[in-house]
């Protein structure tokens, strides 16, 4: 059974479309946002030799012209070398403004195919088909693109919504274990910064959804798509309430960037670590009961995600330097750092201007030198 969300935003409003088989009638459902029967479609090696034979025929079944652009998978591609490699081909293809440009893929090649398409002509249609957990339930909802520099990651992009986000959960089944968890931590963010309702239901089912079970996977990804839904259209542009969606992201990049936005540490990793520390830390402050935050690290660990620094690195982070690092945030303003913290479970905030001595002690508290 295929769910539908709204998010509503006047004219560019559109719909995510989340179930299983989405991917067979994927040319039927992109068809109508088509002038030319004709679409690219990025996406990386790794994706197009699972599932692009699957999606070619979805799309020539209905008539339309398949041209591939594949790049090589990794955070390594999200970049500016990769922008230019992607929206040279674009022009290759001399696609005009009235064409579509489809993002067939997770995260990375979904940020980079949104920028690609936000500048390319000063801006072309483009439909999200995450294949990744983390990408269905956070990065392909909202119109955040970017791509990452050597001073931090997404600190170029724009916003451009999607015309139409496919999240086909078969395409689940060949994720890997690690991937899978990565993505549940986004997951659970939701719950935690605002529904702990679906937190609580997570801790009960959270193994269901890891194991992919149909019924548990459905929910979990139509709800963390709803909420998202509600918040980008009260807030599209992150003026307010939409940073919470950032929950764990400044002590999570941080992380990333001291350790190279590889694959060492998964991006839903990262930010799992850093729901973890922002409770913490939240607790520290007097702002949150140390139950919640206990609670929280035990529900993160439970699904095998890391809530230390111990548990991302095996040796001592340097406070120091991923204190820097949060201060080249994009939310943080003026020199001030930015968090998202919690008065309690279910009830997050936004925290402007926190003391960057009690985040340098905090980190050493943690066990970082």
């Given at each position: 059974m295929t769910r539908r969300v709204a998010v509503g935003l006047g004219e560019r409003s559109y719909e995510v479309l989340v179930g299983p088989g989405l991917l067979d009638g994927a040319g039927e459902l992109i068809a109508p946002f088509l002038k030319r029967k004709r679409v690219a479609v990025v996406s990386d090696t790794t994706v197009w030799g699972l599932h692009g034979p699957r999606l070619t025929?979805?799309?020539?079944?209905?008539?339309?012209?398949?041209?591939?652009?594949?790049?090589?998978?990794?955070?390594?591609?999200?970049?500016?070398?990769?922008?230019?490699?992607?929206?040279?081909?674009?022009?290759?293809?001399?696609?005009?403004?009235?064409?579509?440009?489809?993002?067939?893929?997770?995260?990375?090649?979904?940020?980079?195919?949104?920028?690609?398409?936000?500048?390319?002509?000063?801006?072309?249609?483009?439909?999200?088909?995450?294949?990744?957990?983390?990408?269905?339930?956070?990065?392909?909802?909202?119109?955040?693109?970017?791509?990452?520099?050597?001073?931090?990651?997404?600190?170029?992009?724009?916003?451009?919504?999607?015309?139409?986000?496919?999240?086909?959960?078969?395409?689940?089944?060949?994720?890997?274990?690690?991937?899978?968890?990565?993505?549940?931590?986004?997951v659970i963010k939701y719950g935690l910064l605002g529904d702990f309702a679906f937190f609580d239901w997570l801790e009960a089912n959270g193994a269901k959804v890891l194991a992919r079970e149909p019924a548990a996977l459905t929910q979990a990804v139509a709800r963390s798509v709803q909420m998202k839904a509600e918040i980008v259209a009260e807030d599209e542009t992150e003026q307010g309430r939409r940073a919470l969606l950032n929950l764990g992201h400044t002590f999570g990049h941080a992380l990333e960037a001291e350790m190279g936005f590889g694959d060492r540490l998964l991006h839903g990793e990262a930010v799992a670590a850093?729901?973890?520390?922002?409770?913490?830390?939240?607790?520290?402050?007097?702002?949150?009961?140390?139950?919640?935050?206990?609670?929280?690290?035990?529900?993160?660990?439970?699904?095998?995600?890391?809530?230390?620094?111990?548990?991302?690195?095996?040796?001592p982070f340097d406070a120091e330097r991923l204190v820097r690092h949060m201060a080249q945030d994009k939310k943080a303003e003026g020199g001030r750092l930015t968090f998202i913290l919690a008065r309690r479970i279910g009830d997050a905030f936004v925290a402007r201007d926190v003391d960057v001595g009690a985040v340098r002690a905090f980190l050493i508290g943690e066990g970082a030198v």
């Open positions: 025929a979805s799309l020539e079944g209905a008539g339309l012209a398949v041209t591939p652009v594949i790049v090589e998978p990794g955070e390594q591609t999200k970049s500016f070398e990769g922008l230019a490699e992607v929206i040279d081909r674009l022009l290759a293809l001399e696609l005009d403004r009235g064409d579509v440009v489809v993002a067939f893929g997770g995260g990375v090649v979904g940020d980079l195919t949104g920028f690609a398409a936000a500048i390319y002509k000063r801006g072309v249609a483009f439909v999200q088909i995450p294949t990744t957990l983390l990408a269905q339930v956070d990065s392909s909802v909202g119109g955040k693109t970017a791509i990452d520099t050597a001073r931090g990651k997404n600190l170029v992009g724009a916003f451009h919504q999607p015309r139409l986000v496919l999240a086909d959960l078969d395409v689940l089944a060949t994720l890997p274990d690690r991937e899978m968890r990565a993505g549940y931590a986004e850093g729901q973890a520390l922002a409770f913490r830390f939240s607790a520290g402050q007097g702002l949150c009961p140390t139950q919640d935050a206990a609670r929280a690290a035990a529900a993160i660990a439970q699904a095998g995600l890391p809530t230390t620094l111990a548990d991302v690195a095996g040796t």
